[in-house]
């Protein structure tokens, strides 16, 4: 049986909210009734296929907290999308 280390501070994390919308993250704390993420993003289709784009196009932050009677599921995002999130939320290039 594989055994999953519980998620912490700055794990790349993706949600499946309520609304069926499926989100990535940087995971910063949980708040009772919410968690708090920063650098929310989403894939999407863009001018050359598929990109990662910002979830709430207009925020002025970079944090978000999402209520969790919204989330039904959260989980450590594949390794290869969390690489290419960084790399787009960061503008680090990783090898």
Do not use: C, F, H, R
């Amino acid at each position: 049986m594989l055994i999953q280390k519980p998620i912490s501070e700055n794990d790349i994390v993706s949600l499946k909210l309520l609304t069926g919308e499926e989100i990535m993250a940087t995971y910063v704390t949980d708040k009772g009734d919410s968690i708090t993420v920063k650098k929310p993003s989403t894939i999407a289709s863009n001018g050359q296929g598929m990109g990662i784009v910002p979830w709430m196009m207009t925020s002025k932050s970079e944090t978000a907290d999402i209520n969790k009677s919204a989330i039904i599921a959260m989980a450590p995002t594949d390794d290869e999308i969390a690489k290419a999130y960084t790399e787009t939320t960061s503008g680090i290039k990783l090898a």
